[in-house]
Protein backbone atom coordinates (compact mmCIF):
# COMPACT_ATOMS: atom_id res chain seq x y z
CA UNK A 1 0.00 0.00 0.00
CA UNK A 2 1.64 3.29 -1.44
CA UNK A 3 0.79 6.74 -0.61
CA UNK A 4 0.23 7.12 -4.36
CA UNK A 5 -2.46 4.34 -3.86
CA UNK A 6 -4.11 6.70 -1.11
CA UNK A 7 -3.58 9.84 -3.07
CA UNK A 8 -5.93 8.31 -5.44
CA UNK A 9 -9.37 9.40 -3.65
CA UNK A 10 -8.34 12.65 -2.66
CA UNK A 11 -7.45 13.46 -5.92
CA UNK A 12 -11.12 12.59 -7.24
CA UNK A 13 -12.15 14.64 -4.10
CA UNK A 14 -10.42 17.51 -4.84
CA UNK A 15 -11.06 17.42 -8.68
CA UNK A 16 -15.23 17.08 -8.01
CA UNK A 17 -14.82 20.28 -4.93
CA UNK A 18 -12.80 21.76 -7.86
CA UNK A 19 -15.10 21.28 -10.38
CA UNK A 20 -18.42 22.41 -8.15
CA UNK A 21 -16.68 25.73 -7.26
CA UNK A 22 -15.75 26.62 -10.75
CA UNK A 23 -18.96 25.20 -12.36
CA UNK A 24 -20.62 28.13 -12.08
CA UNK A 25 -18.34 30.58 -13.78
CA UNK A 26 -18.08 27.82 -16.42
CA UNK A 27 -21.69 28.13 -16.47
CA UNK A 28 -21.17 31.88 -17.17
CA UNK A 29 -18.50 31.33 -19.72
CA UNK A 30 -21.09 28.73 -21.80
CA UNK A 31 -24.37 30.99 -21.73
CA UNK A 32 -22.11 34.09 -22.49
CA UNK A 33 -22.17 32.70 -26.28
CA UNK A 34 -25.67 31.51 -25.80
CA UNK A 35 -27.71 32.34 -29.10
CA UNK A 36 -30.87 32.02 -26.93
CA UNK A 37 -32.27 35.84 -25.81
CA UNK A 38 -32.67 34.46 -22.19
CA UNK A 39 -30.67 32.75 -20.02
CA UNK A 40 -31.09 29.26 -19.69
CA UNK A 41 -29.00 25.88 -20.14
CA UNK A 42 -28.06 23.54 -22.14
CA UNK A 43 -27.01 26.45 -24.70
CA UNK A 44 -28.57 26.44 -28.39
CA UNK A 45 -26.46 28.41 -30.90
CA UNK A 46 -23.36 30.30 -30.56
CA UNK A 47 -23.26 33.75 -30.93
CA UNK A 48 -20.76 37.22 -29.85
CA UNK A 49 -23.77 39.28 -30.05
CA UNK A 50 -24.15 39.62 -26.32
CA UNK A 51 -20.28 41.28 -26.16
CA UNK A 52 -20.93 43.24 -29.22
CA UNK A 53 -24.29 44.48 -27.29
CA UNK A 54 -22.03 45.09 -24.03
CA UNK A 55 -19.58 46.92 -26.00
CA UNK A 56 -22.78 49.77 -26.85
CA UNK A 57 -24.56 49.58 -23.34
CA UNK A 58 -23.98 52.95 -22.23
CA UNK A 59 -24.62 52.18 -18.49
CA UNK A 60 -22.81 49.29 -18.31
CA UNK A 61 -19.75 51.62 -19.59
CA UNK A 62 -20.32 54.20 -17.64
CA UNK A 63 -20.77 52.57 -14.44
CA UNK A 64 -17.25 50.48 -15.46
CA UNK A 65 -15.74 53.97 -15.78
CA UNK A 66 -17.13 55.41 -12.52
CA UNK A 67 -15.93 51.72 -10.83
CA UNK A 68 -12.73 52.18 -12.44
CA UNK A 69 -11.87 55.99 -10.85
CA UNK A 70 -13.56 54.89 -7.20
CA UNK A 71 -11.45 52.09 -7.63
CA UNK A 72 -8.48 53.70 -8.30
CA UNK A 73 -9.11 56.33 -6.29
CA UNK A 74 -10.10 54.11 -3.23
CA UNK A 75 -6.92 51.79 -3.60
CA UNK A 76 -4.45 54.69 -3.74
CA UNK A 77 -6.54 56.63 -0.54
CA UNK A 78 -6.58 53.22 0.96
CA UNK A 79 -2.57 53.52 1.01
CA UNK A 80 -1.99 56.89 2.11
CA UNK A 81 -4.36 55.68 4.93
CA UNK A 82 -3.47 51.95 5.45
CA UNK A 83 0.48 51.88 5.56
CA UNK A 84 0.98 54.74 8.13
CA UNK A 85 -1.60 52.99 10.71
CA UNK A 86 0.29 49.89 9.87
CA UNK A 87 4.01 51.41 10.84
CA UNK A 88 2.19 52.78 13.82
CA UNK A 89 0.13 49.56 15.09
CA UNK A 90 3.30 47.50 14.66
CA UNK A 91 6.22 49.90 15.24
CA UNK A 92 5.17 51.60 17.78
CA UNK A 93 4.35 51.48 21.55
CA UNK A 94 1.19 53.64 22.38
CA UNK A 95 -1.72 53.64 24.92
CA UNK A 96 -4.75 53.06 22.77
CA UNK A 97 -2.70 50.52 20.44
CA UNK A 98 -5.44 48.06 21.06
CA UNK A 99 -8.27 49.50 20.41
CA UNK A 100 -6.28 51.57 17.32
CA UNK A 101 -5.70 47.66 16.08
CA UNK A 102 -9.53 46.55 16.64
CA UNK A 103 -10.91 49.81 15.26
CA UNK A 104 -9.18 49.39 12.37
CA UNK A 105 -10.33 45.90 11.71
CA UNK A 106 -13.38 46.29 13.07
CA UNK A 107 -15.36 47.14 9.39
CA UNK A 108 -14.53 43.58 8.65
CA UNK A 109 -16.77 42.10 11.23
CA UNK A 110 -19.51 44.55 10.47
CA UNK A 111 -22.30 43.03 7.97
CA UNK A 112 -22.02 44.83 4.42
CA UNK A 113 -26.02 45.95 4.90
CA UNK A 114 -25.67 47.54 8.12
CA UNK A 115 -22.44 49.28 7.20
CA UNK A 116 -24.31 50.75 4.45
CA UNK A 117 -26.89 51.95 6.49
CA UNK A 118 -24.18 53.43 8.58
CA UNK A 119 -22.64 55.02 5.71
CA UNK A 120 -25.36 56.44 4.40
CA UNK A 121 -26.65 58.31 7.67
CA UNK A 122 -23.27 59.94 7.85
CA UNK A 123 -22.54 60.62 4.38
CA UNK A 124 -26.20 62.16 3.67
CA UNK A 125 -26.11 65.28 5.88
CA UNK A 126 -22.12 65.55 4.43
CA UNK A 127 -24.30 66.11 0.99
CA UNK A 128 -21.52 63.57 -0.48
CA UNK A 129 -24.19 60.50 -1.40
CA UNK A 130 -24.38 60.02 -5.03
CA UNK A 131 -21.22 61.56 -5.40
CA UNK A 132 -17.66 59.76 -6.83
CA UNK A 133 -16.24 61.09 -2.84
CA UNK A 134 -19.23 59.59 -1.00
CA UNK A 135 -18.37 56.25 -2.47
CA UNK A 136 -14.88 56.43 -2.43
CA UNK A 137 -15.10 57.68 1.34
CA UNK A 138 -17.70 54.36 1.53
CA UNK A 139 -15.32 52.12 -0.24
CA UNK A 140 -12.24 52.96 2.38
CA UNK A 141 -14.25 52.02 5.27
CA UNK A 142 -13.97 48.35 4.40
CA UNK A 143 -10.85 48.58 1.84
CA UNK A 144 -8.29 50.18 4.51
CA UNK A 145 -8.34 47.07 7.03
CA UNK A 146 -6.80 44.44 4.19
CA UNK A 147 -4.62 47.57 3.42
CA UNK A 148 -3.42 47.20 7.03
CA UNK A 149 -3.50 43.89 7.30
CA UNK A 150 -1.06 43.17 4.17
CA UNK A 151 0.87 45.85 5.23
CA UNK A 152 1.35 44.64 8.86
CA UNK A 153 1.92 41.02 7.54
CA UNK A 154 5.07 42.34 5.63
CA UNK A 155 6.20 44.82 8.44
CA UNK A 156 6.10 41.80 10.70
CA UNK A 157 7.96 39.25 8.74
CA UNK A 158 10.73 41.50 7.44
CA UNK A 159 14.18 41.91 8.94
CA UNK A 160 14.15 45.19 10.80
CA UNK A 161 17.98 44.98 11.80
CA UNK A 162 18.02 46.04 7.75
CA UNK A 163 16.56 49.32 9.11
CA UNK A 164 18.75 49.86 11.51
CA UNK A 165 21.76 48.98 9.44
CA UNK A 166 20.63 51.62 7.23
CA UNK A 167 20.58 53.96 10.24
CA UNK A 168 24.20 53.10 11.39
CA UNK A 169 25.34 53.70 7.89
CA UNK A 170 24.22 57.45 7.77
CA UNK A 171 20.44 57.21 6.66
CA UNK A 172 18.09 59.58 8.36
CA UNK A 173 14.59 58.07 9.54
CA UNK A 174 12.63 59.22 6.76
CA UNK A 175 15.43 57.86 4.19
CA UNK A 176 15.34 54.75 6.10
CA UNK A 177 12.33 54.00 5.56
CA UNK A 178 12.03 55.14 1.43
CA UNK A 179 15.03 53.32 1.10
CA UNK A 180 15.01 50.88 2.80
CA UNK A 181 11.44 50.02 4.83
CA UNK A 182 9.22 50.45 1.95
CA UNK A 183 11.22 48.31 -0.86
CA UNK A 184 11.16 46.05 1.47
CA UNK A 185 7.59 46.04 2.51
CA UNK A 186 6.28 46.45 -1.23
CA UNK A 187 4.46 43.39 -1.97
CA UNK A 188 2.26 43.89 1.03
CA UNK A 189 1.64 47.53 0.00
CA UNK A 190 1.15 46.53 -3.54
CA UNK A 191 -1.29 43.62 -2.49
CA UNK A 192 -3.10 45.45 -0.21
CA UNK A 193 -3.68 47.94 -2.97
CA UNK A 194 -4.71 45.57 -5.52
CA UNK A 195 -7.12 43.77 -3.35
CA UNK A 196 -8.75 47.28 -1.83
CA UNK A 197 -9.38 48.43 -5.87
CA UNK A 198 -10.96 44.89 -6.44
CA UNK A 199 -12.84 45.01 -2.85
CA UNK A 200 -13.74 48.50 -4.67
CA UNK A 201 -14.69 47.72 -7.77
CA UNK A 202 -16.66 44.54 -6.93
CA UNK A 203 -18.47 46.23 -3.79
CA UNK A 204 -22.37 46.21 -4.28
CA UNK A 205 -24.03 45.98 -1.10
CA UNK A 206 -22.92 49.57 0.50
CA UNK A 207 -22.44 51.39 -2.71
CA UNK A 208 -26.15 51.03 -2.76
CA UNK A 209 -26.95 53.12 -0.30
CA UNK A 210 -24.29 55.54 -1.64
CA UNK A 211 -24.80 56.01 -5.13
CA UNK A 212 -26.83 58.62 -7.25
CA UNK A 213 -27.78 59.17 -10.71
CA UNK A 214 -24.12 60.53 -11.71
CA UNK A 215 -22.45 58.12 -9.75
CA UNK A 216 -23.54 54.90 -10.16
CA UNK A 217 -20.99 52.10 -9.68
CA UNK A 218 -20.61 49.07 -12.14
CA UNK A 219 -22.28 46.28 -9.45
CA UNK A 220 -25.00 48.19 -9.21
CA UNK A 221 -25.69 49.10 -12.87
CA UNK A 222 -25.72 44.96 -13.06
CA UNK A 223 -28.28 44.65 -9.83
CA UNK A 224 -30.53 47.35 -11.58
CA UNK A 225 -30.41 45.49 -15.40
CA UNK A 226 -31.13 42.12 -13.68
CA UNK A 227 -34.08 43.23 -12.16
CA UNK A 228 -35.55 43.84 -15.23
CA UNK A 229 -33.46 41.64 -18.01
CA UNK A 230 -32.76 38.39 -18.00
CA UNK A 231 -30.36 37.82 -21.41
CA UNK A 232 -27.36 36.99 -21.88
CA UNK A 233 -25.51 40.19 -21.97
CA UNK A 234 -25.39 40.14 -18.08
CA UNK A 235 -23.11 36.61 -18.50
CA UNK A 236 -20.72 38.10 -21.12
CA UNK A 237 -19.95 41.47 -18.64
CA UNK A 238 -19.40 38.51 -16.04
CA UNK A 239 -16.47 37.40 -18.13
CA UNK A 240 -15.26 40.26 -18.45
CA UNK A 241 -14.97 40.79 -15.06
CA UNK A 242 -13.56 37.71 -14.33
CA UNK A 243 -10.85 37.92 -16.56
CA UNK A 244 -10.33 41.08 -15.06
CA UNK A 245 -10.45 39.94 -11.87
CA UNK A 246 -7.88 37.24 -12.85
CA UNK A 247 -5.57 39.66 -14.10
CA UNK A 248 -5.11 41.13 -10.90
CA UNK A 249 -4.48 37.97 -9.12
CA UNK A 250 -1.74 37.21 -11.69
CA UNK A 251 0.11 39.84 -10.55
CA UNK A 252 -0.79 39.81 -6.76
CA UNK A 253 1.01 36.38 -7.08
CA UNK A 254 4.07 37.67 -9.25
CA UNK A 255 4.28 40.66 -6.63
CA UNK A 256 3.93 38.84 -3.02
CA UNK A 257 2.49 35.45 -3.67
CA UNK A 258 -1.02 34.91 -2.83
CA UNK A 259 -0.90 32.66 0.11
CA UNK A 260 1.20 34.81 2.05
CA UNK A 261 -1.31 38.24 1.18
CA UNK A 262 -4.29 35.69 1.98
CA UNK A 263 -3.01 34.62 5.38
CA UNK B 1 39.83 60.56 28.17
CA UNK B 2 40.06 57.26 25.77
CA UNK B 3 39.50 57.70 22.08
CA UNK B 4 36.00 56.24 23.06
CA UNK B 5 35.05 56.70 26.13
CA UNK B 6 32.14 54.89 28.28
CA UNK B 7 31.31 56.59 32.28
CA UNK B 8 28.87 55.13 34.20
CA UNK B 9 26.61 53.74 32.09
CA UNK B 10 23.10 52.39 32.52
CA UNK B 11 20.44 50.51 30.28
CA UNK B 12 17.36 49.45 32.44
CA UNK B 13 15.16 48.33 29.59
CA UNK B 14 11.20 49.83 30.40
CA UNK B 15 9.65 46.92 32.25
CA UNK B 16 13.05 45.32 33.49
CA UNK B 17 13.04 43.97 36.91
CA UNK B 18 16.97 45.16 36.75
CA UNK B 19 19.49 46.68 34.67
CA UNK B 20 20.65 44.97 31.74
CA UNK B 21 23.88 47.05 31.76
CA UNK B 22 25.02 48.70 34.72
CA UNK B 23 27.70 51.32 35.64
CA UNK B 24 29.82 50.24 32.81
CA UNK B 25 33.20 52.51 32.77
CA UNK B 26 35.47 51.85 29.48
CA UNK B 27 38.00 53.34 28.12
CA UNK B 28 39.10 52.17 24.25
CA UNK B 29 42.31 53.83 22.70
CA UNK B 30 42.41 54.48 19.38
CA UNK B 31 43.13 51.79 16.87
CA UNK B 32 42.76 48.88 20.04
CA UNK B 33 40.77 45.77 19.35
CA UNK B 34 38.68 45.53 22.54
CA UNK B 35 36.05 42.38 23.06
CA UNK B 36 33.36 42.69 25.08
CA UNK B 37 33.20 38.77 26.67
CA UNK B 38 30.42 37.43 28.46
CA UNK B 39 27.91 34.83 28.75
CA UNK B 40 24.47 35.16 26.68
CA UNK B 41 21.93 37.86 28.24
CA UNK B 42 25.13 39.19 30.40
CA UNK B 43 24.49 42.93 28.62
CA UNK B 44 27.07 42.83 25.46
CA UNK B 45 24.79 43.61 22.46
CA UNK B 46 22.97 46.08 24.94
CA UNK B 47 26.24 47.74 25.26
CA UNK B 48 27.24 47.60 21.55
CA UNK B 49 23.57 49.47 20.59
CA UNK B 50 24.77 51.98 22.63
CA UNK B 51 28.11 52.94 21.54
CA UNK B 52 26.17 52.84 18.29
CA UNK B 53 23.24 54.81 19.44
CA UNK B 54 20.37 52.30 18.75
CA UNK B 55 19.66 51.96 22.09
CA UNK B 56 19.53 54.50 24.35
CA UNK B 57 21.36 54.69 27.55
CA UNK B 58 19.22 55.31 30.97
CA UNK B 59 22.17 57.41 32.33
CA UNK B 60 25.93 57.72 31.92
CA UNK B 61 27.69 59.31 28.94
CA UNK B 62 29.83 58.26 26.09
CA UNK B 63 32.29 60.13 24.61
CA UNK B 64 34.20 59.74 21.06
CA UNK B 65 37.35 61.87 20.22
CA UNK B 66 36.75 64.44 23.01
CA UNK B 67 32.97 64.85 21.85
CA UNK B 68 29.86 64.02 23.51
CA UNK B 69 28.01 61.36 21.96
CA UNK B 70 25.49 60.27 23.94
CA UNK B 71 22.26 62.17 22.33
CA UNK B 72 23.71 62.16 19.24
CA UNK B 73 21.25 60.28 16.89
CA UNK B 74 22.31 57.05 15.24
CA UNK B 75 22.64 58.30 11.85
CA UNK B 76 24.99 61.18 12.85
CA UNK B 77 27.56 59.03 15.22
CA UNK B 78 29.61 57.48 12.09
CA UNK B 79 29.81 54.24 13.59
CA UNK B 80 30.43 51.21 11.34
CA UNK B 81 28.35 48.16 12.78
CA UNK B 82 28.21 44.51 11.75
CA UNK B 83 25.11 42.81 12.73
CA UNK B 84 25.18 38.95 13.88
CA UNK B 85 22.75 38.29 10.74
CA UNK B 86 24.54 40.61 8.39
CA UNK B 87 21.63 42.47 8.02
CA UNK B 88 21.98 43.17 3.81
CA UNK B 89 19.27 44.90 1.91
CA UNK B 90 18.19 41.92 -0.23
CA UNK B 91 16.88 44.54 -2.66
CA UNK B 92 20.22 45.68 -3.66
CA UNK B 93 23.26 44.14 -4.94
CA UNK B 94 26.69 43.27 -3.76
CA UNK B 95 28.16 46.76 -4.85
CA UNK B 96 24.79 48.75 -4.19
CA UNK B 97 25.01 47.38 -0.88
CA UNK B 98 27.93 48.65 0.13
CA UNK B 99 27.90 52.07 -1.63
CA UNK B 100 24.53 52.39 0.58
CA UNK B 101 26.31 54.12 3.57
CA UNK B 102 28.37 56.33 0.91
CA UNK B 103 24.73 57.79 -0.99
CA UNK B 104 23.59 58.67 1.85
CA UNK B 105 26.73 60.73 3.00
CA UNK B 106 26.50 62.19 -0.55
CA UNK B 107 30.00 61.06 -1.57
CA UNK B 108 30.14 62.01 -5.71
CA UNK B 109 29.77 59.04 -8.38
CA UNK B 110 33.27 58.98 -8.92
CA UNK B 111 34.67 58.59 -5.56
CA UNK B 112 31.93 56.16 -4.25
CA UNK B 113 32.63 53.86 -6.99
CA UNK B 114 36.00 53.87 -6.37
CA UNK B 115 35.87 53.42 -2.43
CA UNK B 116 33.33 50.85 -3.06
CA UNK B 117 35.96 48.56 -5.16
CA UNK B 118 38.62 49.47 -2.63
CA UNK B 119 36.13 48.02 -0.20
CA UNK B 120 35.42 44.90 -2.03
CA UNK B 121 38.70 44.03 -2.85
CA UNK B 122 39.78 44.46 1.02
CA UNK B 123 37.58 42.20 1.71
CA UNK B 124 38.20 39.92 -1.20
CA UNK B 125 34.62 40.36 -2.88
CA UNK B 126 35.73 42.16 -5.95
CA UNK B 127 34.38 39.71 -8.32
CA UNK B 128 31.38 39.48 -7.01
CA UNK B 129 30.26 43.42 -7.11
CA UNK B 130 27.23 42.60 -9.27
CA UNK B 131 25.45 39.55 -7.20
CA UNK B 132 22.54 39.44 -5.60
CA UNK B 133 22.34 38.93 -2.21
CA UNK B 134 20.65 35.46 -2.04
CA UNK B 135 23.32 34.33 -4.09
CA UNK B 136 26.16 35.00 -1.60
CA UNK B 137 27.33 32.22 0.98
CA UNK B 138 27.34 33.31 4.47
CA UNK B 139 31.36 33.46 4.75
CA UNK B 140 30.23 36.19 1.56
CA UNK B 141 27.40 37.70 2.97
CA UNK B 142 29.78 38.60 6.46
CA UNK B 143 32.32 39.80 4.08
CA UNK B 144 29.85 42.02 2.27
CA UNK B 145 28.34 43.48 5.59
CA UNK B 146 32.04 43.67 6.69
CA UNK B 147 33.05 46.25 3.61
CA UNK B 148 29.52 48.19 4.25
CA UNK B 149 30.40 48.98 7.27
CA UNK B 150 34.11 49.78 6.47
CA UNK B 151 33.50 52.14 3.04
CA UNK B 152 32.80 54.74 5.69
CA UNK B 153 35.68 55.02 7.23
CA UNK B 154 33.68 54.96 10.80
CA UNK B 155 35.30 55.93 13.61
CA UNK B 156 34.76 52.79 15.37
CA UNK B 157 33.63 49.69 13.93
CA UNK B 158 31.52 47.24 16.07
CA UNK B 159 31.15 43.96 15.46
CA UNK B 160 28.17 41.79 17.55
CA UNK B 161 28.87 37.98 17.26
CA UNK B 162 29.74 38.66 13.57
CA UNK B 163 31.32 34.82 13.20
CA UNK B 164 28.48 32.73 15.27
CA UNK B 165 26.95 31.71 12.07
CA UNK B 166 29.58 30.35 10.18
CA UNK B 167 31.26 26.43 10.41
CA UNK B 168 33.87 26.43 12.75
CA UNK B 169 36.46 26.44 10.06
CA UNK B 170 35.15 29.34 8.19
CA UNK B 171 35.12 31.40 11.80
CA UNK B 172 38.72 30.58 12.43
CA UNK B 173 39.70 32.04 8.79
CA UNK B 174 37.07 34.94 8.86
CA UNK B 175 38.83 36.09 12.48
CA UNK B 176 42.22 36.12 11.45
CA UNK B 177 41.18 37.97 8.32
CA UNK B 178 39.37 40.60 10.80
CA UNK B 179 41.94 41.00 12.88
CA UNK B 180 44.62 41.27 9.93
CA UNK B 181 41.88 44.06 8.32
CA UNK B 182 41.51 45.70 11.72
CA UNK B 183 45.32 46.14 12.18
CA UNK B 184 45.94 47.06 8.20
CA UNK B 185 43.49 49.98 8.62
CA UNK B 186 44.14 50.78 12.56
CA UNK B 187 40.32 51.18 12.69
CA UNK B 188 38.75 51.05 16.93
CA UNK B 189 37.07 48.07 17.14
CA UNK B 190 34.53 46.70 19.79
CA UNK B 191 33.72 43.25 19.21
CA UNK B 192 31.29 41.19 20.76
CA UNK B 193 31.53 37.62 21.66
CA UNK B 194 30.59 34.77 24.30
CA UNK B 195 33.64 32.86 22.67
CA UNK B 196 36.44 32.71 24.89
CA UNK B 197 39.02 31.46 22.32
CA UNK B 198 37.76 33.59 19.91
CA UNK B 199 38.75 36.94 22.30
CA UNK B 200 41.56 35.59 23.48
CA UNK B 201 43.19 34.73 20.09
CA UNK B 202 42.20 38.49 18.37
CA UNK B 203 42.09 40.71 21.55
CA UNK B 204 44.17 43.25 22.73
CA UNK B 205 42.08 43.70 25.69
CA UNK B 206 39.01 41.84 27.10
CA UNK B 207 35.97 42.61 29.05
CA UNK B 208 34.55 40.01 31.00
CA UNK B 209 31.02 41.01 31.19
CA UNK B 210 28.21 39.10 33.67
CA UNK B 211 25.10 40.01 34.47
CA UNK B 212 25.56 43.47 33.21
CA UNK B 213 28.94 44.17 34.68
CA UNK B 214 32.33 44.46 34.15
CA UNK B 215 34.34 41.65 35.92
CA UNK B 216 37.73 42.32 34.44
CA UNK B 217 39.12 44.37 31.85
CA UNK B 218 42.91 43.77 30.66
CA UNK B 219 44.97 41.53 27.70
CA UNK B 220 44.26 38.16 26.80
CA UNK B 221 47.31 37.13 29.27
CA UNK B 222 46.37 39.02 31.75
CA UNK B 223 42.84 37.73 32.03
CA UNK B 224 43.90 33.75 32.03
CA UNK B 225 46.66 34.08 34.29
CA UNK B 226 45.32 36.38 36.51
CA UNK B 227 41.79 36.67 36.41
CA UNK B 228 40.37 38.39 38.67
CA UNK B 229 37.63 36.63 40.63
CA UNK B 230 36.02 33.10 40.20
CA UNK B 231 33.65 34.00 37.26
CA UNK B 232 36.30 35.12 35.03
CA UNK B 233 38.86 31.81 36.02
CA UNK B 234 35.69 29.44 35.85
CA UNK B 235 34.76 31.44 32.38
CA UNK B 236 38.31 31.93 30.70
CA UNK B 237 39.40 28.55 30.39
CA UNK B 238 39.60 25.43 32.65
CA UNK B 239 40.10 26.18 36.12
CA UNK B 240 40.12 23.69 39.24
CA UNK B 241 39.54 26.08 42.09
CA UNK B 242 39.85 25.11 45.69
CA UNK B 243 38.80 26.19 49.19
CA UNK B 244 41.30 27.20 51.46
CA UNK B 245 42.56 28.73 54.57
CA UNK B 246 45.88 31.25 54.52
CA UNK B 247 48.17 30.31 57.31
CA UNK B 248 50.73 32.73 56.40
CA UNK B 249 51.79 35.14 53.74
CA UNK B 250 55.63 36.52 52.88
CA UNK B 251 57.02 37.88 49.28
CA UNK B 252 54.04 37.43 47.49
CA UNK B 253 53.42 33.91 48.06
CA UNK B 254 50.91 32.28 50.42
CA UNK B 255 50.65 28.92 52.63
CA UNK B 256 47.36 27.52 52.89
CA UNK B 257 45.66 24.79 54.17
CA UNK B 258 43.80 23.55 51.21
CA UNK B 259 40.69 21.39 51.78
CA UNK B 260 41.64 17.91 51.09
CA UNK B 261 45.26 18.29 50.24
CA UNK B 262 46.68 20.14 53.27
CA UNK B 263 50.02 22.57 53.38
CA UNK B 264 50.21 23.95 49.76
CA UNK B 265 51.76 27.28 48.28
CA UNK B 266 50.23 29.90 46.12
CA UNK B 267 50.64 33.10 44.68
CA UNK B 268 49.15 35.86 46.36
CA UNK B 269 49.33 39.45 44.95
CA UNK B 270 46.76 41.07 47.36
CA UNK B 271 48.32 40.15 50.69
CA UNK B 272 44.67 38.24 51.20
CA UNK B 273 44.10 36.86 54.70
CA UNK B 274 41.89 34.22 55.90
CA UNK B 275 39.46 32.09 53.47
CA UNK B 276 40.61 32.36 50.22
CA UNK B 277 40.04 30.22 47.09
CA UNK B 278 42.69 28.78 45.02
CA UNK B 279 43.14 28.55 41.17
CA UNK B 280 45.40 25.88 39.15
CA UNK B 281 44.86 25.24 35.57
CA UNK B 282 44.23 21.57 34.73
CA UNK B 283 47.41 21.27 32.70
CA UNK B 284 49.35 23.24 35.57
CA UNK B 285 48.23 20.06 38.01
CA UNK B 286 50.68 17.55 38.93
CA UNK B 287 49.41 13.82 39.81
CA UNK B 288 51.26 11.17 41.17
CA UNK B 289 50.55 7.71 41.75
CA UNK B 290 50.83 6.94 46.09
CA UNK B 291 49.55 4.81 48.38
CA UNK B 292 46.26 5.07 49.78
CA UNK B 293 46.93 6.01 52.99
CA UNK B 294 49.12 8.92 51.64
CA UNK B 295 46.91 9.86 48.88
CA UNK B 296 44.63 12.96 48.29
CA UNK B 297 42.47 11.29 46.14
CA UNK B 298 41.22 8.75 43.26
CA UNK B 299 41.79 8.64 39.46
CA UNK B 300 37.63 8.69 38.70
CA UNK B 301 37.91 9.43 34.96
CA UNK B 302 40.62 9.20 32.17
CA UNK B 303 40.22 10.61 28.98
CA UNK B 304 43.05 10.38 26.30
CA UNK B 305 42.62 13.07 23.73
CA UNK B 306 45.53 12.61 21.65
CA UNK B 307 48.65 15.03 22.49
CA UNK B 308 47.56 15.14 26.60
CA UNK B 309 45.33 12.66 28.80
CA UNK B 310 42.29 14.53 30.93
CA UNK B 311 42.47 12.52 34.73
CA UNK B 312 39.20 13.62 36.67
CA UNK B 313 40.52 12.92 40.15
CA UNK B 314 38.22 12.10 43.27
CA UNK B 315 38.66 14.40 46.17
CA UNK B 316 36.36 14.36 48.96
CA UNK B 317 33.03 15.80 47.34
CA UNK B 318 34.75 17.14 44.25
CA UNK B 319 36.19 16.58 41.49
CA UNK B 320 39.73 18.35 40.29
CA UNK B 321 40.37 18.02 36.58
CA UNK B 322 44.28 17.07 35.88
CA UNK B 323 45.47 17.68 31.78
CA UNK B 324 49.28 15.99 31.57
CA UNK B 325 51.06 15.59 28.28
CA UNK B 326 50.63 12.05 27.10
CA UNK B 327 53.73 9.83 27.13
CA UNK B 328 55.74 12.73 29.61
CA UNK B 329 54.63 10.40 32.66
CA UNK B 330 53.25 6.66 33.55
CA UNK B 331 49.76 6.21 32.48
CA UNK B 332 47.24 5.72 35.70
CA UNK B 333 44.69 3.74 35.17
CA UNK B 334 41.09 4.50 36.96
CA UNK B 335 41.18 3.41 40.55
CA UNK B 336 44.68 4.31 41.15
CA UNK B 337 45.12 6.37 44.43
CA UNK B 338 47.11 9.50 43.70
CA UNK B 339 48.45 12.83 45.24
CA UNK B 340 48.02 15.69 43.46
CA UNK B 341 51.03 19.03 43.35
CA UNK B 342 51.53 21.71 41.71
CA UNK B 343 54.32 24.37 41.78
CA UNK B 344 53.73 27.33 43.53
CA UNK B 345 53.76 29.72 40.50
CA UNK B 346 51.38 28.11 38.95
CA UNK B 347 48.74 28.63 41.71
CA UNK B 348 46.81 31.88 42.34
CA UNK B 349 45.07 33.35 45.46
CA UNK B 350 41.85 34.48 44.21
CA UNK B 351 39.56 37.02 46.27
N1 LIG C 1 14.73 45.22 23.72
C1 LIG C 1 14.82 44.66 24.95
N2 LIG C 1 13.83 44.81 25.83
C2 LIG C 1 13.91 44.27 27.07
N3 LIG C 1 14.94 43.56 27.52
C3 LIG C 1 15.98 43.36 26.69
C4 LIG C 1 15.96 43.90 25.35
N4 LIG C 1 17.11 43.55 24.75
C5 LIG C 1 17.80 42.82 25.66
N5 LIG C 1 17.13 42.70 26.81
C6 LIG C 1 17.59 42.01 28.03
O1 LIG C 1 18.82 42.57 28.43
C7 LIG C 1 19.73 41.57 28.83
C8 LIG C 1 21.01 41.67 28.02
O2 LIG C 1 20.70 41.39 26.68
P1 LIG C 1 21.83 41.44 25.54
O3 LIG C 1 21.14 41.17 24.25
O4 LIG C 1 22.60 42.69 25.66
O5 LIG C 1 22.73 40.20 25.94
P2 LIG C 1 23.98 39.57 25.20
O6 LIG C 1 25.10 39.61 26.15
O7 LIG C 1 24.18 40.20 23.88
O8 LIG C 1 23.50 38.07 25.01
P3 LIG C 1 23.73 37.05 23.80
O9 LIG C 1 25.09 36.49 23.95
O10 LIG C 1 22.67 36.02 24.05
O11 LIG C 1 23.51 37.82 22.53
C9 LIG C 1 19.01 40.26 28.67
O12 LIG C 1 18.56 39.86 29.93
C10 LIG C 1 17.87 40.56 27.75
O13 LIG C 1 16.76 39.77 28.07
MG1 LIG D 1 23.98 39.53 21.83
Redesign the interface.
Known sequence: MTSKFRGWPTRVVVTLLYLFLLAPILMVLVISFDAQSTMSFPPRGFTFQWYERLAQNAEFIHGFQVSAVVGVGVALLALLIGVPVAIALTRHEFRFREVMSGFFLSPLMVPAIVLGLALLLVLAPLKITGTYGGLIVAHLAITVPYVVRTTSMSLMTM?R??E??????????W??FT??TL??IAPGVLAGGVIAFLISFDEAVISLFVVGPQATTLPVEIFHYVESRTDPQIAALSVVLIAISVLFMVIIERAAGLKKVLR | MSFLQLDDIVKKYPGAERPSVADFTLGIDQGEFVSLLGPSGCGKTTTLRMI???VEATSGRIHLDGKELTRTP????????V?Q?Y?????LNVARNVA??LE??RTSKAEAKRRVEEALDLVRLGHLSGRRIKQLSGGQQQRVALA??LV?EPAVLLLDEPLSNLDAKLRDTMREEIRSIQRKLGITTVFVTHDQDEALAVSDRIVVMSEGVIEQVGTPEQIYEHPANRFVANFIGRANLFDAQITHTAGGVAELDVAGLGQMRAVDDQGAKGPATVLVRPHRMQVSKAAADDAHGTVETVVYVGDSIEYGVRVGDNTVSVQSVAGAAERLERGTTVRLSWQTEDALVLT
Open positions: NSCEAARTLGASPRTRVPL | AGLVHQRGMGLFNALFPHFGMRRAI
